[in-house]
């Protein structure tokens, strides 16, 4: 037995039995199929079966093609064959290529087989028997390996190794390179631990998708085969792309894999390749995507800025570095922890100008993104940094935040913003006050205003100061404005104060009042325009004392609720000017007519007035009689006057009966602006009424007249003094528009006025008759001959009742006041005839004979019933009461005597 063939046939077996009990491990030691032999020339036989693929021959080509063929990095497939003459096959210049050959194959002649090739770069496995045929042109470097049997002409030409696990007939142009099995990549063919083998390819372990905030974590691995189950051992340096790898693009590294950050510094796909590698690679790279495209999204900040009150700081503001499209991913670890340096800026959205600026931090901003302003901030473990942001405007504003990368970062671009809303603390509503002006003594309280009268009313939309701060005038005075905040149809609301709505007081009305058009509307809202303080022109239509407020519709400032404010006490309002009415009129006192002389009272039994407040544009100002608003005292008028010019005796003649000083009415406890005044008789005093004292001797003048308000009249005068109150307020005319105060006249009348008397005509008769005195009501009357006294009618005052008793004196003869009855006489009707008396006195036959003086008791005295019938008889300027004489004891045929005191006309 050879010996040598029997030590490796062990060998073999102890191979078979070690792939047979380790299906995991490598079948033999590469170094025990190629290896330098027993001459040297690394031509062996008889060596131990290497781990071969399974692979079907009948599909793959045959090696009779006429073609040269050329493959590449990695395993290629064939069926065995006879190659023709003069076959070229080309192998790679890098790497190993592993040719397998599954059946017999025969090289022809003048082959060249990796001609000019290193023997590392190509490994033949042929799956049964070679003939490499005796040819003086054949060229063959590599390392080759038989199943079966191989036999080698002595011209081939041969550098590398061929060993066989059958019998080998050797050429002599054979040559040993140790280098190549060192260098050569067997795959799984066998083990070879003294040597790092060749690179199959590299491969980068990585997440499909990045952001542009944070480096990407790259596992980048020298695979030694095509599952990168072993590791290349050796040193390695390459070239990345792209350039924006950490540390740096340049890699160098031993065991087989490195770790790397790769920056995709701008959204979108960023490819993993190698630009150069040595030693290189036998196959392209791999990747954990199919195209070795990474995404990286775009990263930047989001921040949430909530709704501020101006100038009020809020903290607590979280910054995060993350994924734009998808807030979950974080910016980390290169924004957490860690510090960085962040610019900043604000825009002016709404309004869109400004010049106050964001606080970041306590530091002001930059209005612009010309020049942002830069800002250390301190990210945690979340990529989060804390903000305190202040703006001590209104308004709708945008804070921009962003961070610009440098170096290795070079070409990021992160970036943020947030839209806030930044509202007033409040309303501050100034208007002219008195700062002393209390609700509890509203007397107290000088005159801002007369009702309807414009007044300024200024309206700042202020910044916060304090938390708690109350929303009035006073609290809120020296609260810093707020220019850029505008906002329409903010409600104006007005409070009543005093009088009170309990004692009776209505609220009335505000008033804009435009001073273009000169018109006034109903002030229940306004626009707050930009700017420091909004101004209208306004009024208060009624009398009082007053409080506006300012009530922003909810959520109406860009969906926010703004507070409004209140204003100090406005007022006190007083009425414009006052207004006085009368009905004054008189009632006839005698029927259809009034005497002179004779008392005239007025309609209701005494006259009035009516005086009303009103605002400037003539509207009742309803609060004014609520006390202690009404400012006016009870008027007194001036002596009734009759308007007659032309009648000066009449003139003089009238009296005013009653009081000048006027009372008031009680009051009806209604809010109507109006009280009532009058010259009622109360206790001792007498209601006013007119008197012509009567004339003597009556001329032209007191022919009887009608009073009428159009035509002659009696006037009812207040002077100005007396309707002026104690702010001044005044009658100013029926319109209120006088420039000064005016007297109140009322003109007014409602009765004729005649002159009157009573005259009783002497008689005489037997004294055994008796006798009748006929007596006559008669008024002053024009006749063509000039004015005389003549029979008057409608009398309905001077009756038998009111003329009184026959009074008889001044006897003379034998008569006496015995010879009479008591009374001596009575009144009757007068008898039929022409002309006819107003009646007859009717004396008792006396049978005496004598006269009497016969007069009525209701015309004597010092206070005569009906003193409008006396008369200056005896023309010495006294009115007196008529009488007239009886004389009894003479034929009716007797020439009357005249006695003293008849007078005939």
């Known amino acids: 037995m050879n010996l040598k063939r029997w030590g490796h046939s062990i060998r073999v077996l102890l191979a078979v039995l070690l792939v047979t009990a380790s299906p995991g491990a490598w079948a033999v030691l590469c170094s025990e199929v190629f290896f330098p032999g027993p001459a040297g020339d690394g031509l062996n036989a008889y060596v131990p079966m290497l781990s071969l693929p399974s692979?079907?021959?009948?599909?793959?080509?045959?090696?009779?093609?006429?073609?040269?063929?050329?493959?590449?990095?990695?395993?290629?497939?064939?069926?065995?064959?006879?190659?023709?003459?003069?076959?070229?096959?080309?192998?790679?210049?890098?790497?190993?290529?592993?040719?397998?050959?599954?059946?017999?194959?025969?090289?022809?002649?003048?082959?060249?087989?990796?001609?000019?090739?290193?023997?590392?770069?190509?490994i033949i496995i042929v799956i049964g028997n070679l003939d490499i045929q005796n040819s003086s042109n054949t060229k063959l470097n590599a390392l080759i390996y038989a199943t079966g049997n191989v036999t080698i002409g002595n011209n081939p030409a041969i550098y590398g190794g061929v060993s066989a696990a059958g019998s080998l007939?050797?050429?002599?142009?054979?040559?040993?390179?140790?280098?190549?099995?060192?260098?050569?990549?067997?795959?799984?063919?066998?083990?070879?631990?003294?040597?790092?083998?060749?690179?199959?390819?590299?491969?980068?372990?990585?997440?499909?998708?990045?952001?542009?905030?944070?480096?990407?974590?790259?596992?980048?691995?020298?695979c030694a085969d095509a599952t990168c189950s072993r590791l290349y051992e050796g040193s390695v340096s390459l070239t990345l792309s792209p350039s924006t790898w950490a540390p740096s693009n340049v890699v160098a590294f031993n065991g087989g894999q490195a770790s790397l950050k790769l920056h995709g510094n701008a959204p979108g796909y960023v490819t993993l390749g190698v630009a150069s590698a040595v030693p290189a690679a036998n196959n392209t790279r791999q990747c954990s995507t199919v195209d070795c495209r990474v995404l990286f999204y775009d990263s930047g900040f989001i921040f949430d800025v909530?709704?501020?009150?101006?100038?009020?700081?809020?903290?607590?503001?979280?910054?995060?570095?993350?994924?734009?499209?998808?807030?979950?991913?974080?910016?980390?670890?290169?924004?957490?922890?860690?510090?960085?340096?962040?610019?900043?800026?604000?825009?002016?959205?709404?309004?869109?100008?400004?010049?106050?600026?964001?606080?970041?931090?306590?530091?002001?901003?930059?209005?612009?993104?010309?020049?942002?302003?830069?800002?250390?901030?301190?990210?945690?473990?979340?990529?989060?940094?804390?903000?305190?942001?202040?703006?001590?405007?209104?308004?709708?504003?945008?804070?921009?935040?962003?961070?610009?990368?440098?170096?290795?970062?070079?070409?990021?671009?992160?970036?943020?913003?947030?839209?806030?809303?930044?509202?007033?603390?409040?309303?501050?509503?100034?208007?002219?006050?008195?700062?002393s002006c209390t609700a509890s003594n509203p007397a107290g309280c000088s005159v801002l205003r007369m009702a309807g009268d414009s007044f300024p009313l200024n309206i700042r939309a202020v910044a916060w100061e304090a938390d708690g701060e109350a929303l009035t005038e006073a609290a809120l005075r020296d609260n810093p404005s707020t220019p850029n905040f505008r906002l329409n149809g903010i409600a104006l609301?007005?409070?009543?104060?005093?009088?009170?709505?309990?004692?009776?007081?209505?609220?009335?009305?505000?008033?804009?009042?435009?001073?273009?058009?000169?018109?006034?509307?109903?002030?229940?809202?306004?626009?707050?325009?930009?700017?420091?303080?909004?101004?209208?022109?306004?009024?208060?239509?009624?009398?009082?004392?007053?409080?506006?407020?300012?009530?922003?519709?909810?959520?109406?400032?860009?969906?926010?609720?703004?507070?409004?404010?209140?204003?100090?006490?406005?007022?006190?309002?007083?009425?414009a000017y006052l207004g006085v009415t009368s009905t004054a009129s008189l009632t006839p006192a005698c029927g259809a007519f009034s005497y002179q002389g004779q008392t005239i009272t007025f309609a209701g039994g005494q006259p009035?007035?009516?005086?009303?407040?009103?605002?400037?544009?003539?509207?009742?100002?309803?609060?004014?009689?609520?006390?202690?608003?009404?400012?006016?005292?009870?008027?007194?008028r001036q002596p009734y006057a009759f308007s007659d010019a032309s009648k000066p005796g009449l003139v003089a003649r009238l009296q005013s009966l009653g009081d000048p000083q006027s009372l008031a009415v009680t009051d009806s406890g209604a809010a109507d602006?109006?009280?009532?005044?009058?010259?009622?008789?109360?206790g001792t005093r007498l209601a006013d009424a007119l008197l012509w004292q009567l004339p003597s001797p009556p001329t032209?003048?007191?022919?009887?007249?009608?009073?009428?308000?159009?035509?002659?009249?009696?006037?009812?005068?207040?002077?100005?003094?007396?309707?002026?109150?104690?702010?001044?307020?005044?009658?100013?005319?029926?319109?209120?528009?006088?420039?000064?105060?005016?007297?109140?006249?009322?003109?007014?009348?409602?009765?004729?006025?005649?002159?009157?008397?009573?005259?009783?005509?002497?008689?005489?008769?037997?004294?055994?008759?008796?006798?009748?005195?006929?007596?006559?009501?008669?008024?002053w009357q024009a006749s063509a001959g000039g004015p005389v006294f003549g029979a008057t009618t409608g009398d309905s005052c001077s009756t038998q009742a009111a003329l009184g008793q026959v009074v008889l004196s001044g006897f003379t003869g034998d008569l006496l006041a015995s010879h009479f009855p008591t009374p001596p006489g009575t009144l009757e009707a007068p008898p039929a005839g022409t002309p006819t008396p107003t009646g007859v006195i009717r004396l008792p036959a006396p049978n005496q004979k004598g006269s009497a003086l016969v007069s009525l008791s209701g015309l004597k005295g010092a206070t005569p019933a009906?003193?409008?019938?006396?008369?200056d008889w005896d023309g010495n300027g006294t009115p007196e009461a008529p009488s007239a004489r009886a004389t009894f004891g003479v034929l009716s045929t007797q020439r009357a005597l005249i006695f003293r005191r008849e007078i005939y006309r």
């Open 55 to 122: 692979f079907d021959a009948s599909t793959l080509p045959a090696l009779t093609a006429a073609s040269p063929r050329a493959v590449s990095v990695s395993d290629s497939y064939w069926a065995g064959g006879i190659s023709p003459n003069n076959w070229v096959l080309t192998a790679p210049s890098a790497g190993t290529a592993r040719v397998y050959v599954k059946g017999n194959l025969v090289i022809g002649n003048n082959a060249e087989i990796n001609k000019d090739g290193n023997p590392r770069n190509l």
């Open 866 to 871: 009906l003193p409008w019938l006396l008369f």
């Open 673 to 682: 602006g109006s009280r009532a005044f009058d010259w009622r008789a109360e």
């Open 493 to 575: 609301n007005s409070t009543l104060v005093a009088p009170t709505a309990a004692a009776g007081g209505v609220t009335g009305a505000f008033y804009r009042h435009d001073a273009s058009t000169g018109s006034r509307s109903v002030l229940g809202s306004y626009d707050h325009a930009l700017g420091t303080t909004t101004s209208l022109a306004v009024s208060q239509g009624e009398v009082g004392i007053f409080r506006l407020s300012a009530v922003p519709v909810a959520g109406s400032y860009f969906g926010q609720s703004v507070s409004g404010g209140e204003s100090a006490l406005i007022g006190r309002f007083t009425p």
């Open 169 to 222: 007939q050797k050429g002599n142009n054979i040559s040993y390179d140790p280098s190549a099995l060192t260098g050569a990549d067997f795959g799984t063919l066998c083990d070879n631990p003294n040597s790092v083998g060749q690179i199959d390819h590299f491969r980068f372990l990585h997440a499909a998708t990045g952001l542009t905030c944070s480096p990407l974590d790259v596992t980048l691995k020298a």
């Open 700 to 779: 032209a003048e007191d022919l009887p007249f009608v009073l009428t308000a159009a035509g002659a009249h009696v006037q009812l005068k207040l002077p100005a003094v007396q309707l002026s109150d104690l702010d001044g307020v005044c009658y100013r005319g029926s319109a209120g528009s006088a420039a000064a105060c005016q007297d109140f006249v009322h003109a007014f009348g409602g009765t004729e006025v005649r002159l009157g008397r009573l005259r009783i005509d002497a008689a005489s008769g037997p004294e055994n008759q008796g006798l009748d005195l006929p007596y006559w009501l008669e008024s």
């Open 608 to 636: 009035g007035i009516v005086v009303t407040s009103y605002n400037r544009q003539g509207e009742v100002t309803r609060n004014y009689d609520r006390d202690p608003f009404w400012r006016l005292a009870p008027p007194q």
């Open 306 to 435: 909530p709704p501020l009150l101006a100038a009020k700081p809020q903290a607590g503001i979280t910054l995060q570095a993350v994924r734009k499209d998808a807030n979950s991913q974080l910016c980390v670890p290169a924004f957490g922890p860690a510090t960085r340096t962040l610019q900043f800026w604000s825009d002016y959205v709404d309004p869109g100008t400004g010049s106050l600026p964001v606080r970041v931090n306590d530091v002001p901003v930059a209005m612009s993104a010309a020049a942002p302003t830069s800002l250390n901030l301190s990210f945690d473990s979340t990529a989060t940094a804390l903000l305190s942001v202040r703006y001590a405007d209104a308004g709708l504003m945008r804070l921009n935040a962003q961070y610009v990368g440098s170096g290795v970062e070079s070409g990021l671009l992160m970036s943020g913003s947030d839209e806030f809303v930044s509202k007033p603390y409040g309303l501050h509503i100034a208007t002219p006050a008195d700062a």
